[in-house]
């Protein structure tokens, strides 16, 4: 057979090989083609046959169905031209069980492990729906013990935390019964020579509030150590009627001259025993409120349609710290040191790890408040921190009031200026937000002091360097011994306080290092480094 084309391309003869004259004219169209064009339709249907070829080699190199027809071939190329591939129908039954209803009443237990699921889908010829329920019934399991097991974790650590150790309590009884009986344990704090420094503003002024005793005693040996003029250094511990007795025994066999130490319960501050006092009403309000409707741990736990860390938060609320007289006291600041300008507020459960006193130097731009932000920085777990995180902005009260993006402060470690402080209306924004709060049944912040303070103090906050205050060391351990130790101030805020078994122990030895082990108090209420 021979093929002719015409010059024109407008007709193509074929001729039978035996000689035959026969021809079949093909009209191709009046449009002219070029030969150079011909030649490249052929050469780009070359290559898509080889294309084609090859995708069917590696579908049937892989196990799957031969494709005959272009609708099949169609199938197979659009999944890969657009980058996914074929996806074979899930059976619908699976997902009809999948998203039935669970009875809470269902006493047929599935399979308890993966192990045990395998083992019953070889021993038994399932279907499809048979597969879905133990399926469903394994993972309902698994979920039920991990959320029991992740509670009862949740309330160990709310009763390690909110207890009283055994070491503590010895150490506190030990102090007293030497306040009683040793009449070096009972000296005037400070000296009456001394009792002028209290007033006097060339000196750094720090206050502590705390009721506990060793707590109290790190904080004030960090500082006092540190110091690079601890003859300057002014500290006024504000504890309970109760504690009292046995922090002047410590402070009083155990002097941090030159510095100047005074220990003061509330009692015998004379704003304290004249009149209201709003933060003692609105804790009594707060502490009828909780009882009422909290109903303890025992209640909070029992409530299974809550989330583990919804449990988590609400037991940290019943926590004894959040509605604490000392944790309150610190809005008072300016009616207990009306002779002071500026004071460095510091928590029990800091550590100080330099020198404070440029503290005072810091020009504030008339605000009260100086403080380090949490809203940035390179640990986001402890770092992220805006209102948002504290306050409930589903309440209208909070919503319409406040911005759920700016940015949050720390207490712990605060420079107060509390001249600036008396021409403010803090205080009564404090006392205000607290009965707000109490009036919708806590439902405006469930923890602390804090929220009611990042109110109060809006538009009053200065911010400091975060070198000042590094938090978090009491509820997680992303932090490293070397980003600690540069730190000025570190904080164990959270749950696991060092002075407690369940403290992180590659963390603990920044606060045992101003500990003393060897003192006769500690020995014999075996209290020890590790």
């Not at 025993?273 to 009594?284: I, N, Q, S």
Request: glycine fraction near 4%; include cysteine; charge should be neutral.
């Amino acid at each position: 057979m021979q093929l002719h084309i015409s010059p024109s391309l407008r007709h193509i003869t074929v001729l039978p090989a035996k000689g035959f004259r026969e021809f079949c004219k093909v009209k191709i169209g009046s449009r002219r083609l070029s030969y150079r064009m011909v030649f490249y339709s052929l050469l780009f249907l070359t290559f898509l046959l080889r294309f084609v070829f090859v995708l069917t080699a590696v579908d049937a190199i892989d196990g799957e169905n031969k494709c005959s027809s272009i609708g099949c071939l169609g199938k197979r190329l659009g999944p890969r031209i657009l980058g996914r591939r074929y996806e074979q129908d899930v059976p619908e039954v699976i997902y009809q069980v999948l998203e039935e209803d669970t009875n809470p009443e269902e006493k047929e237990r599935g399979p308890e492990t993966l192990e045990e699921f395998v083992a019953e889908m070889k021993s038994e010829v399932a279907d499809a729906k048979t597969f879905a329920m133990k399926l469903k019934s394994m993972v309902r399991f698994l979920e039920e013990r991990s959320r029991s097991a992740k509670i009862q974790e949740y309330l160990y650590r709310h009763v390690a935390s909110s207890s009283i150790p055994k070491q503590l309590h010895c150490l506190t009884l030990r102090l007293a019964n030497e306040h009683s009986t040793n009449a070096n344990a009972r000296l005037q704090l400070p000296s009456p020579e001394l009792v002028p420094s209290l007033v006097d503003n060339s000196l750094f002024h720090s206050v502590l509030a705390s009721d506990n005793v060793l707590a109290a005693s790190v904080v004030a040996s960090s500082l006092v150590h540190n110091s690079l003029q601890p003859e300057k250094v002014v500290l006024h511990i504000i504890t309970d009627r109760k504690t009292y007795a046995p922090m002047q025994a410590w402070f009083s066999l155990h002097p941090l001259a030159p510095a100047i130490i005074e220990v003061k319960a509330l009692h015998h501050f004379d704003w304290f025993t004249k009149g209201k006092v709003p933060v003692l009403e609105a804790m009594e309000k707060d502490q009828k409120v909780r009882a009422h409707f909290r109903g303890g741990s025992s209640a909070i736990v029992a409530i299974n349609t809550d989330r583990p860390k919804v449990i988590a938060a609400k037991l940290q609320a019943l926590s004894p710290k959040y509605n604490s007289l000392m944790n309150h006291i610190r809005i008072n600041l300016p009616e207990m040191f009306p002779s002071l300008n500026k004071v460095v507020f510091l928590d029990d459960d800091i550590v100080v790890q330099t020198d404070l006193s440029p503290l005072w130097d810091i020009d504030m731009n008339g605000k009260v408040n100086g403080a380090v932000e949490t809203c940035r920085g390179e640990d986001k777990y402890v770092m992220s921190k805006r209102l948002k995180s504290y306050l409930n902005f589903s309440h209208p009260l909070i919503a319409t009031n406040f911005d759920p993006n700016e940015c949050a402060w720390a207490y712990g470690m605060n420079i107060f200026d509390l001249e600036q402080w008396r021409k403010t209306n803090i205080s009564q924004t404090y006392y205000y937000w607290i009965e707000e709060n109490l009036k919708s049944d806590l439902s405006l912040w469930q923890l602390g002091t804090l929220p009611p303070g990042l109110i109060a103090f809006r538009g009053h906050v200065h911010a400091i360097n975060p070198f000042w205050h590094m938090l978090g060391l009491g509820y997680q351990d992303n932090t490293t011994i070397a980003d600690a130790e540069a730190a000025g101030v570190v904080h164990f805020n959270g749950r696991a306080k060092p002075w407690l078994d369940i403290a992180f122990p590659e963390l603990r030895p920044l606060w045992t290092k101003y500990l003393d082990f060897s003192d006769r108090f500690l020995k014999s209420c075996h209290i020890r480094a590790s």
